[in-house]
């Protein structure tokens, strides 16, 4: 049973900085391209970044280029998601996700149950 658990969303204030962990298990960590997605309140939940199964590359959606990273250990089957510059418009819920291959042209087929993110201004 794959299970994907997110922590270190929080309160933070417009400027500042978070990172996000999502831990997997259930399955070959290593074998899969991972990525986190967001949903701010009335609207659909949207791509923010993902990388491919060994860390090779990387994809950003344009709103977070150059303000997040993301990263993966697959010795500890974790993938972070690095916040730097947060903006009020970066508050949501957001998911981590394992994509159903090992890079991310393929879709995510599993999820994890959310972390709150809110930016003050």
């Known amino acids: 049973q794959v299970q994907l658990v997110e922590s270190g969303g929080g309160l933070v204030q417009a400027g500042g900085s978070l990172r996000l962990s999502c831990v997997a298990s259930?399955?070959?960590?290593?074998?899969?391209?991972m990525g986190w997605f967001r949903q701010a309140p009335g609207k659909e939940r949207e791509f923010v970044t993902a990388?491919?199964?060994?860390?090779?590359?990387?994809d950003y959606a344009d709103s977070v280029k150059g303000r997040f990273a993301i990263s993966r250990d697959n010795a500890k089957n974790t993938v972070y998601l690095q916040m730097n510059s947060l903006k009020p418009e970066d508050t949501a819920v957001y998911y981590c996700?394992?994509?159903?291959?090992?890079?991310?042209?393929?879709?995510?087929?599993?999820w994890g149950q959310g972390t709150q993110v809110t930016v003050s201004s």
């Open positions: 996700a394992r994509y159903h291959l090992y890079n991310y042209d393929s879709t995510p087929n599993y």
């Open positions: 259930g399955l070959t960590f290593s074998y899969y391209a």
């Open positions: 990388i491919s199964w060994n860390g090779g590359s990387t």
